[in-house]
């Protein structure tokens, strides 16, 4: 099963660029490469999902290297309601659920 | 927009009791989960359903149960109560198992056993 990585914690400044990476080495041919984001007293919201190359949305990039190994999650000019705890999560969702969650990154936006 | 809904924000029961955590959500998924989160630790899935009537162990089913008698609706039990499952249990759904969509979460039970 592949596991994940993901730093502890990142601090960062409104209207900064922020980029959490996620590491996962052993990562399957079917897997995909799943962010949430969760806020205190709230349940993980879905933020964007991935396989290969990049993904973009209204509210973020996934970026994964050829090797699909790590993924990076990019969040463009920061504001301080972007303050929250953001996982990873690796997982087939067609199998039997193998899904492996990082213990998630806590992100600090400061004024 | 998916509604998942767990009955309760907060629960606060005694060691030994029979507890039953409920969920529903309001868009027909076929799938739906149980985690336990606790700081450090992530999110563990305790167990899931393909489908009503249907029910498979996650990485941590000791000392639970689960029931999905309807399709909307999944249930957490903790058959005897015991301290170390004092923590924030979360309910998830998705579409199918044959489809990539993510997964929806609830808003979570904050359960304390004293």
């Known amino acids: 099963l592949a596991k994940t990585t993901q730093p502890i914690s990142m601090d960062s400044y409104e209207g900064q660029e922020v980029n959490i990476t996620c590491s996962h080495n052993?990562?399957?041919?079917?897997?995909?490469i799943t962010w949430y984001q969760q806020f205190p007293s709230q349940g993980p919201r879905f933020i964007i999902q991935?396989?290969?190359?990049?993904v973009t949305n209204e509210v973020a990039s996934l970026f994964i290297p050829a090797d699909r190994k790590s993924s990076t999650l990019s969040l463009p000019r920061v504001s301080l309601s972007d303050t929250a705890v953001y996982y990873c999560?690796?997982?087939?969702?067609?199998?039997?659920?193998?899904?492996?969650w990082g213990a998630g990154t806590k992100l600090i936006i400061k004024p | 927009d998916v509604k998942v809904t767990q009955s309760s924000r907060y629960l606060v029961k005694r060691t030994g009791e029979k507890v039953f955590l409920e969920c529903v959500q309001d868009?027909?998924?076929?799938?739906m989960f149980w985690y336990r989160q606790d700081p450090g630790l992530g999110l563990r899935l305790i167990y899931f359903?393909?489908?009503?009537?249907?029910?498979e162990k996650g990485d941590i089913p000791e000392g639970y149960s689960v029931s999905r008698e309807k399709k909307e609706r999944f249930s957490l039990i903790l058959e005897s109560a015991s301290t170390n499952q004092t923590s924030m249990y979360l309910c998830?759904?998705?579409?199918?198992?044959?489809?990539?969509?993510?997964?929806?979460f609830g808003d979570g039970t904050r359960l304390s056993i004293l």
């Open positions: 998830a759904s998705r579409i199918s198992k044959y489809s990539n969509q993510p997964q929806h």
């Open positions: 359903s393909y489908d009503v009537k249907m029910k």
């Open positions: 991935g396989y290969k190359t990049k």
């Open positions: 868009m027909d998924h076929e799938n």
């Open positions: 052993n990562i399957a041919t079917n897997d995909y």
């Open positions: 999560l690796v997982g087939d969702w067609g199998s039997n659920y193998q899904l492996i």
